[in-house]
């Protein structure tokens, strides 16, 4: 098998990178210490987390010259995220660290006050010249392809001013705002978005990377000239081990996952099917990520035989978007008493294949330590921790909260809304409670107070659940989507009560959500991701499509 070669410097998921390369029929070697670069022929270098500390650990490691030397002496070289971050002199992100330096321009922060930040999700990557949309793409870049972004800082695009410099460059758009999305020239390449990420569009771009197809020249006329990020639909699988002791992907109907048997609840753990098959399938369909969710995480078991590492490690070979897992993601005594904080665990899990891990219950915790404390931070949190090493992209707290009505605003200290929905008394407002434990233990925080505050931390999204709605196939929580979204500039996941395409079509009129899930509609076999996709395109809405060649 020909090699190619990656830096390993850096904290972060390159297992989908080294599953995206093997898949291409490659073998990855590492590339430990600098003189090891001498003899590399395709070097990749793949970044996550924080400009400066991505190229902080370059330089401590005496990569930055060797890795200018390959560039220099002609041989193909790549860089993913932070890796295209670093070609350039330096980024507001970290303005006291310097880059490569190999293009005199620094990236920018992006714009939060009329849009989410991070940039999450699937945009273009297109080449425009003199103002008209280029058929033909470097890298096997197509201009009807969607890549896999996530990044605040990016490469503002000015016309004309890198390709004077025989640069070849294809940009997205975010709000108002154009960027480098991908940029070539001679032996080197480098994308703003993750290909490994990135489906079938970005397995072709590292393809061609590798086999050194540098420019092609393709008959596509983009169906829809649209640019932009799509909207992004995310599969979810609640997974636990049933009475038998398999791991199935399970259900619940306001989070109560047993058969009612017709007389009571209280029977067999609902089976909807294998995690992994699941997963696979949801991918085929078109889905944008998926999420996986442990839901008897507080069971105690040896770290090591965590059961969804395993279903990571199998879904990553195959799934090429990105994998969230959350449950258990917590500070944790093992069996034999060894201790391991909740940093150690996510570390398993990004190894194993996960791109972003969820917090729910110690999300709540810390929140309410921050407001205790007077709104301080203290670096010690699992998402401050988590948010640091992998950048704040890598960390999504889950939220689980339920309705509380209540007469009036007055009779509580918690945030409320007016709600067009009355409660059991006729009551029209009512404030979200956070509980833990899936749900099990409700907490004295409202959810308003939850979201400001892992913000704060450094959370990059809040996956926001209603257990009033779960199950219900009754449609979104539209009250609680659009209260939360005025409360936080990062990205937000609508779920809970998805029950046909309708519903996320009506959750992306009224409100501003960034994503939206589904998981009972699609276990049940009822709906696929694609009909969802198809209805939202009906409807007029930027949505990816499946790309099989
Ligand atoms: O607290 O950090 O260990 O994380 C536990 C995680 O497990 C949390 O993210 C919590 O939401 C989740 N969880 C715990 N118990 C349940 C349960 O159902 N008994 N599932 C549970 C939460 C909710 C959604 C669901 C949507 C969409 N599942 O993720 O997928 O509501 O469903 P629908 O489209 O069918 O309505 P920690």
Redesign the pocket.
């Known amino acids: 098998m020909p090699t190619v070669h990656l830096l390993d410097y850096v904290a972060g998921n390159v297992r989908s990178l080294v599953n995206a390369i093997e898949k291409l029929g490659y073998e990855v070697a590492w590339i430990k210490s600098p003189e090891e670069i001498e003899h590399a022929e395709k070097l990749i270098l793949p970044g996550v987390g924080h400009f400066g500390h991505c190229l902080s650990q370059l330089s401590a490691g005496n990569f930055l010259e060797p890795v200018k030397k390959h560039i220099e002496a002609g041989k193909p070289f790549m860089g993913i995220c932070v890796g295209l971050q670093a070609l350039f002199q330096g980024s507001e992100e970290d303005p006291n660290v310097p880059g490569l330096g190999l293009i005199p321009l620094r990236l920018k922060k992006f714009d939060d006050s009329d849009k989410s930040v991070p940039h999450i999700g699937w945009n273009s990557a297109r080449t425009v010249q003199d103002g008209k949309l280029q058929q033909s793409n470097f890298y096997g870049l197509r201009p009807d392809s969607k890549y896999y972004y996530v990044h605040s800082y990016a490469v503002p695009y000015e016309a004309g001013l890198l390709e004077k410099e025989g640069w070849s460059v294809a940009t997205a758009q975010y709000g108002e705002e154009v960027f480098v999305g991908a940029l070539a020239r001679g032996n080197v390449l480098a994308t703003q978005f993750h290909p490994e990420k990135s489906g079938q569009a970005g397995l072709r771009v590292i393809g061609a990377f590798l086999s050194g197809q540098q420019i092609q020249v393709l008959d596509i006329s983009p169906t829809d000239t649209r640019d932009g990020l799509t909207r992004r639909i995310i599969a ?1 699988l ?1 997974v636990r081990t049933n009475d038998q002791g398999d791991l199935v992907v399970t ?2 109907d306001q ?3 047993r058969e009612k048997d017709g007389v009571s609840a209280g029977g067999q753990v609902r089976n909807l099917g294998k995690p992994v098959d699941l997963a696979k399938r949801y991918y085929q369909q078109g889905a944008d990520e998926v ?1 996986f ?3 008897t ?2 069971r105690n078991c040896p770290l090591k035989d965590l059961p969804m590492l395993e279903i990571l490690r199998r879904t990553s070979r195959s799934v090429f978007v990105p994998l969230t897992i ?5 500070d944790m005594v093992d069996t034999d008493g060894t201790k391991f904080s909740a940093l150690d665990v996510a570390t398993m899990y990004f190894k194993s294949g996960a791109d972003k891990i ?6 709540v915790i810390a929140a309410e330590e921050y407001y205790k404390r007077g709104k301080t931070l203290t670096g010690t949190t699992a998402i401050e921790q988590i948010s640091k090493a992998y950048g704040k992209q890598a960390v999504v707290v ?1 939220v ?1 909260p339920k309705r509380v009505y209540v007469e009036s605003p007055e009779s509580t200290s918690h945030h409320t809304i007016k709600t067009a929905f009355s409660g059991p008394n006729g009551e029209d407002t009512c404030w979200y409670q956070c509980t ?4 099990r233990e409700a907490r004295d925080l409202d959810v308003r107070q939850l979201v400001q505050a892992v913000e704060a931390m450094g959370a990059g999204e809040i ?1 926001l ?2 257990i009033d ?5 009754s449609g979104f929580d539209i009250e609680l989507i659009r209260d939360v979204k005025a409360a936080v500039k990062i990205p937000v996941i609508a ?5 046909n395409p309708g519903h996320f079509a009506e959750v992306f009129e009224k409100t501003t959500t960034d994503a939206a ?5 699609f276990h049940r076999g009822e709906y696929t991701v694609n009909d969802v996709k198809t209805h939202l395109a009906e409807r007029g809405f930027l949505v990816r499509k499946f790309e099989t060649d």
Do not use: Q
């Open positions: 979810c609640d259900k619940g989070y109560d996952v999420t969710l442990n839901i995480s507080f959350g449950g258990g993601i917590r969820s917090i729910g219950s110690d999300a889950s689980d833990i434990k899936g749900g996956l659940n209603c709605k779960d199950g219900t196939n779920s809970s009560g998805a029950g899930l589904g998981a009972g509609m």
